[in-house]
T-cell receptor
Framework: KAGVTQTPRYLIKTRGQQVTLSCSPISGHRSVSWYQQTPGQGLQFLFEYFSETQRNKGNFPGRFSGRQFSNSRSEMNVSTLELGDSALYLC????????????????FGPGTRLTVL | GEDVEQSLFLSVREGDSSVINCTYTDSSSTYLYWYKQEPGAGLQLLTYIFSNMDMKQDQRLTVLLNKKDKHLSLRIADTQTGDSAIYFCAERDRDDKIIFGKGTRLHILP
């Protein structure tokens, strides 16, 4: 079974531009979560999508948005890029969003390294 | 808000045991996880523990959970050079969000 794929792997943008990152989850997985990883802040949760609906959202400004398509593929968009948006953006997929009995393992992609100049 | 804390660095001699510690604040966490990140790669789930368990062992890995103190630890027995990585502690909170610590970089000394 193919793993989580993210495109592109590397991206260089300038301040003020916008960027779209793509994530293809493992086949059959319906939940996709996005994280921002930086040396100073570690891994911070951006949002989670399940069946094309945003189920959870972290504490990021409205410049960060996402969506999920009917095939579970997800995109995240960052508008008006700032220098501080330079980070590794990780996508993770899981089989479902469930509380209680399921440990709900998340499978991570390799990430997209975004550099903002 | 919820927070997960862990020390940033740990150095261990090859063959010794590594113990990585973590504290969390959300007493309603359902699951706690340990993830491993190798250079240039995403995170990989190593092991997890349900909140009503005290201990879980899986080959060289032992997870201890002290729910009263909100303390989680990961012990790696017979540490090898391949264990060199960043280890993330994480909890699933009451809203099903996964909250990660900043990661502990494990360095193996020869």
């Amino acid at each position: 079974k193919a793993g989580v794929t993210q495109t592109p792997r590397y991206l260089i943008k300038t301040r003020g531009q916008q960027v779209t990152l793509s994530c293809s989850p493992i086949s059959g997985h319906r939940s996709v979560s996005w994280y921002q990883q930086t040396p100073g802040q570690g891994l911070q949760f951006l949002f989670e999508y399940f069946s094309e609906t945003q189920r959870n959202k972290g504490n990021f400004p409205g410049r960060f948005s996402g969506r999920q398509f009917s095939n579970s593929r997800s995109e995240m968009n960052v508008s008006t890029l700032e220098l501080g948006d330079s980070a590794l953006y990780l996508c993770a997929s899981s089989l479902n969003v469930a509380g209680g009995s399921s440990y709900n393992e998340q499978f991570f992609g390799p990430g997209t390294r975004l550099t903002v100049l | 808000g919820e927070d997960v804390e862990q020390s940033l660095f740990l150095s261990v001699r090859e063959g010794d045991s590594s113990v990585i510690n973590c504290t969390y604040t959300d007493s309603s966490s359902t699951y706690l996880y340990w993830y491993k990140q190798e250079p240039g790669a995403g995170l990989q789930l190593l092991t997890y523990i349900f909140s009503n368990m005290d201990m879980k062992q899986d080959q060289r890995l032992t997870v201890l959970l002290n729910k009263k103190d909100k303390h989680l630890s990961l012990r790696i027995a017979d540490t090898q050079t391949g264990d060199s990585a960043i280890y993330f502690c994480a909890e699933r909170d009451r809203d099903d969000k996964i909250i990660f610590g900043k990661g502990t970089r494990l360095h193996i000394l020869p």
